[in-house]
């Protein structure tokens, strides 16, 4: 049987990082002689060589080629590519990491489409979500399923077909390089599918490397050429070139590295300028937002000190995501949602009327006489703002999006002027979706994305004022999983899918935390997403003092009946207070971090007790530093006293700070 996937791997001192990589691709559950690793290295100097020959020796499906160090993937990709023997081939970087299933899946799939080209899920530790991964498709589109923002090499290519298309990387080639690979790759291909159910590969983080503005320009026209080869005038070609007017030529303008490189900014001007009148004529315009729109009018019109005074004075947008309704319909989470576009200040963004249309409002530092009404004109722009809501999980990064009614609203906001929002409401249903399939056990973080007439931002949803909802729910398909509603320390929501234990589903919740200082007792009320049959294990609430010394004091908690619709049960201790003297089994002056204590285990609670001026209150557990100590130094009962004597801080740190002055040898 011949070797159906070449697995080419590029190297350059990885150190350990590599570690992930290399055991992901040995591991595969596709059988060894089915598939081939090739791995390339760059004239590593850290033993990686080494390391690769040992593999190598004792694998018969593995090979190492080593070539001297050229600083760039691209060649070693190329040696790699000639010397595979697979009928399709994948590229991976050192910090990338395949799932086991990756090969076997994304083989079975290709073949089954007949695929020149195959996209398997990726998914990333941070950056915006992958879009084009929103369903599987056997024949992709390069505009209706944006696979514009899949232009990753970690992707799996009919070996035949780039071998049809002379298709390799460039020397030395880039980021710009690899993107250019993969585009020429869809233009030429017959069939490109997308397998978006299971994820296929992690992609690790890449050091970005330094691109002149000249070797980038001729990479993209010899792009733009292939373009021009293979798509016809119209708008599917205008909507190609436009991507990379925004992406390549225009955004790096507004960087603050152009803004402060005062030598190089104006060769990287020139360089743009020239290009873009050769090659992006004004018509391209309409496809990009408007602050783009007004860079690309000045660049046209040779006017640096203005895109330099716009680079300086376009701050990175925010996003507010406010919940509205948090309910449970049997085992659906509704959310409801307004969502809304700030400025670089923390304001609501706002527009300018004109009658009936609506106008982006510039920077005052901005000279705006040779800016058109037309330019500044995002009436359409507003109509079609939308917002984009997506379940990420924590540990794997995978992300789904979830289906949403939404519309948008304009809100006055004073003379001619109005601010957009949008209104949405989504149904998420965990049975189903992670498109179609259950979503996994762990926590997964809900954010949201938001397209405006004038820019786009992303952030997570925080929470609603008020009360928290903590009621789980056990969602019954395909079987019985708990399902709990949780917050972070700073408000933002995310899910719980089946804790691990009573003990944890309430360690997820424990923000939601009241405290009640009535008499000689605190009472600590804890909310409870779901109580068993069983009414829940004993528990007990454990309290160890941050100060020097150790101390601690526990109480037993008890289950008693919750808030309808928003809890199943509370978790009351009834913990005895004294400020003065108090004794072991006192909550007494200072802060307390605390846990939950089953006959099981033990886990930290999201929250600790302070106690001040006989006041206490309830703090997110980072906000107690463990190692925090008094002036007063030591932490006995007649410490504690004097603590509370008027001026006695300031006479002990007079005293130490006389005594470190007058220090003799």
Known sequence: MGVKVSLIVNMHNPGDTADACIRSALEQTM????????????????GTAERLDAIAAVRRHVRALH????????????????????????????GDRLEREALERMHERA????????????????????????????????LRDRLLTLLHPQQLYRRAFLEEHELGFSVPGGRMGEQAFVLRAFLRAKVIAVLAEHVCCHLGERPRAEEEPRAIVKELQALLDDVDAYLGEGRQRDRVYAYWLRYAVLRPLLTSKFAESSVDRGMHFRVVQEFMVRRFPERLDRHL???????????????????????????????????????????????????????GDGSPDKYRMDGERVHWIPPRSLDTRQLGEDLTDITDDVERARIELYVRHTETGVV?????????????????????????????DISDAALGEPLSPGQWEVHVRMFSGAGQARSRVSRPD????????????PRMRLVVPCWSDQGELGLAIEPRSFTESIALVSPGVEVKHLGRHLYVVLPVPYVPPSGGPPLELVMRGAGRRAREVSAPALVEAGVPGRLAGQLVAKVPVKRLFPGPEHLGPGAWLCSLRSAEEELGLRFSLEMRKGRIEARPAA???????????????????????????????????????????
């Not at 330099?308 to 509205?324: F, P, Q």
């Not at 008020?466 to 398909?477: K, Y």
């Open 289 to 343: 937002p408007v602050q783009l729109r007004v860079v690309a009018a000045y660049v046209r019109a040779g006017r640096l000190d203005q895109i330099v005074l716009m680079s300086n004075a376009s701050k990175r947008a925010g996003l507010r995501a406010d919940l509205t309704e948090v309910r449970w319909d049997a085992h659906v989470l509704v959310l409801g949602l307004t969502v809304e576009v700030l400025s």
């Open 31 to 46: 059988p060894a002689d089915e598939y081939e690793v090739i791995f390339v290295d760059d004239g590593s100097t850290d």
């Open 466 to 477: 008020g009360p928290l909802n903590c009621l789980g729910v056990l969602a019954q398909r």
């Open 67 to 94: 070539l001297p160090h050229t600083g760039s993937p691209a060649r070693g990709r190329n040696v790699g590519l000639a010397a595979a023997a697979g009928d399709y081939v994948l590229f991976l970087d050192p």
């Open 623 to 665: 906000a107690v530093d463990p190692g925090r100590r008094s002036p007063m130094g030591r932490d006995t009962a007649l410490h504690r006293l004097g603590r509370r004597l008027p001026g006695a801080r300031h006479l002990v740190r007079w005293a130490r700070a006389g005594g470190r002055r007058y220090l003799t040898d």
């Open 400 to 428: 789904h999006f979830l289906p949403l009614a939404q519309r948008v609203e304009r809100v006055s906001a004073g003379r001619r002027r109005i601010r957009v929002r949008i209104k949405g409401e989504t149904r998420l």
């Open 111 to 142: 073949v089954e489409s007949d695929a020149d080209v195959l996209a398997g899920r990726l998914t990333r530790d941070s950056g915006p979500p992958m879009t084009a991964f929103g369903r599987s498709t056997a024949r992709a589109d390069i």
